[in-house]
């Protein structure tokens, strides 16, 4: 395992990671939003 392709994994999952942390925030503001409107 040499380091460049180390390197573009630990790359690779961070970008994953954020997208994933990303879309699971949209998600949670979302149902948020949904659920203060059924509420009133």
Do not use: A, D, P, Q
């Amino acid at each position: 395992m040499n380091l460049k392709n180390f390197i573009k994994n630990r790359k690779g999952k961070f970008l994953v990671t954020k997208r994933l942390s990303g879309y699971l925030f949209k998600e949670s503001f979302l149902n948020y939003i949904t659920n203060c409107f059924i509420r009133y």
